[in-house]
């Protein structure tokens, strides 16, 4: 009596642990609408899923273009999406500006632009942008995956600068993105101008 009263306490916990371990139990989890990260896709190919617009899960798992250019069927029957990862980079660049620690505007600083200078570590490529102060945020779109080092600066109407934040380092690839601009993967930056 004892050895079967073993047995059916062992065979309980496994039924428990495999339940805990089973896929389906990860897949509950929220997350944040766009977000992007690494996954492992069907045949051990190395992907991408991006969070349901709802933000209650993640889209199947996408690998990416096939040697025929199409993408890779990663629903496997799971009702999951066939979307392909994103093929390009963006850089979505939200300012604040402050004045003895304070909120200002543009206007008060006599700020007009704001310049948002990208350059590739790959080639030394430049990309540059240009932005109205008083839109508060923009974006930079159709970035090769690279890394960057950003470099933005608050512009009078003389085009001289007013305020330039610490450069920063971003690399840009298929994955980790912060959210999905235009079908890019984009990294968020928010520079403070301080006066």
Known sequence: ???LRILA???????????????TACSSKSCTPGQSVACTGPGGCAG??????????YEACACGATDSGT???????DGGSDAALPTHGALHVTWKITSGGNPTTCAAVSGV????VLTSSADGGVTDKTFQCNDGSGDVTGLAFDTYVVSISLLDNASLA????PNQNVTLGP???DSIIAGDCAKNLTPTFAF
Do not use: E, W
């Open 175 to 177: 994955t980790g993105c």
């Open 1 to 3: 009596m004892l050895r």
């Open 113 to 116: 632009t704001v310049d948002v």
């Open 48 to 57: 991408g899923q991006v969070c349901n617009a709802d933000g209650t899960g």
């Open 9 to 23: 306490t062992t065979v309980m916990v496994v039924l428990a642990l495999a339940i805990v371990a089973s896929p």
């Open 162 to 165: 007013l305020s330039t934040a």
């Open 71 to 77: 993408p890779n069927d990663s629903s496997a029957g």
